[in-house]
Each structure stands twice: as C-alpha cells, then as structure tokens.
C-alpha cells in the first residue's frame, strides 16, 4: 500500500543547471499537484495535472518550469536553469478520480538546493 | 481570491494541557473543505482533520476537535492531552468542494503556526 513517492528526496544544483523532481501517485489516483514551501512559509500551489492533462498551472513561474504527467511513469516537476530563488521544498500530492473525501495525499517532498 | 490566515506564528503548551490553534478564511463560495495538517520536522504532510463546511457539527478524531464557525469564517483546532510527539508546524487548509472554472481542486494553505509542546 505504497503512498506518494518522490524522488529524489534531496537534490543539489548548481546555478543554471537543470532541477528534475519525480513523483508516482498513489496507485489509482489520477490527479497530481505540485506545491512549493520555501523557507519558514506555507506551501503553495504550483500546477495541477490529471494523465496526460494540465488542468490549472496558474502557480507555475511563467518561465523555466513546466510539469508533465504521462500517460505512463510519473509525473516530472522541470526547472530549468535554476536560480538560488528557487532553492525550496517541492511537495507532490494526489487524489483520487472521485476526489468524495476532499483529501490529497502528499508524498515526503523533494528539498532543493541551488549553490 | 481564497485566503488562509493563521495568526499565530509560534505556540508552547505543556505536555498533558490543552492547546487551541487558530485559522481564519475568507471566500465567497459555500461549499468548501477545510483541514489542517501536521508537519513534524521529517517535512512530511500528515493530515490531522477534516471539515466539510455543509457540516454543522465539528470534526473530531481522537485528541483533536475543530471549532469550525462558519459565519465567522473560523476553523481552530484544539489538541487535548498534547504529547510530545505533537510537536510540529500545523497548517490549515481550504478547498473549494466544487472546482472553480478551471477545474481545479488546489489547497490554500495558511502560513503555519509552529507548535512545540513542553516537558
């Protein structure tokens, strides 16, 4: 009865270098979203995305990021050319097609580091 | 736009006491969800408790219990007999029950109160 998993659970950059995060949903859950938690404040909300879809992304920066869910394998948090700005905890979470409960399930976040 | 508001930054409460964490809201929608969630220093989402605003009676589970004034856009959670294992940072959250015309179902979340039970 696996949860959300992210990987990697720590990831160190270097300015302008690219920042690939990883998440696999709860098994049967379709819809993903991707929250930032910078230092000291809340998360908040990046992107949301069903199979193949990105159904909201107004918390995406406009430029360098962008986030996929395929049809197969887990959905992927890009950044490109990364600043130190972006140096900050990425949590995923999911939820079931049915979304009753209301409830999203995080997975452990990824923290990101920029040098 | 939905707001979350936590006022309180940072709380101590013995252990075995009684504690009471504060969270408004602001949103012109009436049917929402409202939850808080624990975040120990692993940085792991733990969910403590949910509320469906179209509910009267307010949530309980276990040590935990909500005091959700819906007029008044308040949703405090109190933890009885803190332990100190409670120890955390604590977030409440707000979702729309119904998506808004994007179909979204995103979390907005407060800023947190930090929270460290005493021994």
């Known amino acids: 009865n696996a949860g959300v998993m992210q990987n990697p659970r720590h990831l160190v950059r270097r300015r302008g270098q690219e920042a690939r995060l990883r998440c696999s949903p709860v098994k049967g859950h379709s819809h993903v979203y991707w929250y930032r938690q910078l230092p000291e404040e809340g998360l908040k909300f990046m992107v949301y995305l069903q199979k193949e879809n990105i159904i909201d992304e107004s918390g995406m920066p406009k430029e360098r990021f962008s986030a996929e869910f395929p049809k197969e394998g887990p959905s992927i948090l890009r950044i490109q050319q990364v600043v130190r700005g972006d140096s900050a905890a990425y949590f995923c979470a999911s939820s079931p097609v049915d979304r009753v409960s209301g409830e999203q399930f995080f997975g452990p976040g990824t923290r990101l580091t920029v040098l | 736009a939905q707001t979350v508001t936590q006022s309180q930054p940072e709380m101590s409460v013995q252990e075995a006491e009684t504690v009471t964490l504060s969270c408004t809201y602001d949103?012109?929608?009436?049917?929402?969800?409202l939850f808080w969630y624990k975040q120990p220093p692993s940085r792991q989402m733990i969910l403590v408790i949910r509320q469906e605003a179209y509910k009267q009676q307010n949530a309980t589970e276990n040590r935990f219990s909500v005091n959700f004034q819906k007029a008044a856009k308040s949703f405090s959670l109190k933890i009885s007999d803190s332990q100190l294992g409670d120890t955390a940072m604590y977030f409440c959250a707000f979702m729309n029950l119904l998506p808004t015309t994007s179909g979204t179902y995103k979390y907005i979340f407060g800023t947190g109160t930090r929270l460290k039970v005493l021994a």
């Open positions: 949103t012109s929608e009436n049917n929402y969800y």
